[in-house]
């Protein structure tokens, strides 16, 4: 069946999901992400105690905890093709904060870049919810599929593009605000332990992390032309 293709960003409800598969049951060219907010976060943590439940203001809201198995699901069965995260790094000190007796004036997001691969595959990969092979998909190729980028990115061939992770998985580390490199005050995980880490990074044939530390130099990204979905 015919149709112009349609990408859902930050997925987060179970009945969004549900229109999704049933749009792509039908042969309709429907694709969507999620984001490690709605696989590990849940309403609850707005009930945290003080002001805290503004580091979770973001949009779409955090759902009931019930829904992140129907999300890990979604993935697992390729209803949803990637995990992204929205990163909005506002901090609480002067930013969040703007919301103290009016939460509609809480800055709307939550940082979430740099934690993305580790919660995927610690909450994902070794809790058996998705595949080893799922993971890489779900975080690389899929993504460079539908955004018209592969096979330059998101496959490791000849011709393409030498990015490359070196990804320990049994590196454990425990997230927090302290020893992360995002500019933000806080972690929405923060004090969560978690089993798997990148390693070593390399981006177009040079190591720009290794051992964990970023030895690469600022501007030294490109710009890419997208092709149509490959």
């Known amino acids: 069946m015919a149709g112009v293709p349609i990408y ?4 987060s409800a179970a009945e969004a999901l549900e229109m999704v598969t049933q749009a792509r049951d039908r042969g309709l060219p429907a694709y ?3 984001c490690p907010q709605y696989l590990f976060l849940s309403y609850d943590n707005y009930e945290e105690p003080g002001f805290d439940g503004a580091k979770y203001v973001m949009s779409p809201p955090l759902r009931p905890k019930e829904t992140q198995d129907r999300l ?3 993935l697992a069965g390729n209803d949803l093709q990637a995990v992204s995260t929205d990163h909005c790094p506002f901090c609480m000190k002067e930013q969040k904060e703007l919301g103290r007796g009016d939460f509609s004036k809480i800055p709307n997001g939550a940082p979430g870049i740099e934690t993305r691969m580790s919660l995927v595959f610690d909450g994902g990969v070794r809790t058996g919810k998705i595949s080893l092979n799922r993971f890489v998909e779900l975080t690389s190729t899929s993504p460079a599929r539908i955004f018209g980028l592969f096979p330059r990115k998101g496959t490791v061939a000849p011709g393409s593009d030498a990015d490359l992770v070196v990804f320990d998985p049994n590196k454990k580390q425990k997230l927090s605000a302290k020893t992360l490199h995002m500019k933000v005050d806080y972690n ?3 004090g969560r332990e978690i089993t ?3 390693d070593t ?3 177009r044939g040079k190591v720009i992390v290794e051992n964990g530390k970023f030895i690469g130099r600022a501007g030294a990204g490109s710009f890419l032309k997208r092709n149509p979905r490959s």
Do not use: F, I, N, Q
């Open 8 to 11: 859902v960003v930050h997925l």
């Open 196 to 198: 798997g880490a990148a």
């Open 188 to 190: 929405p995980y923060e």
């Open 201 to 203: 990074v390399l981006s």
């Open 32 to 34: 969507a992400e999620t």
């Open 72 to 74: 890990w699901r979604g």
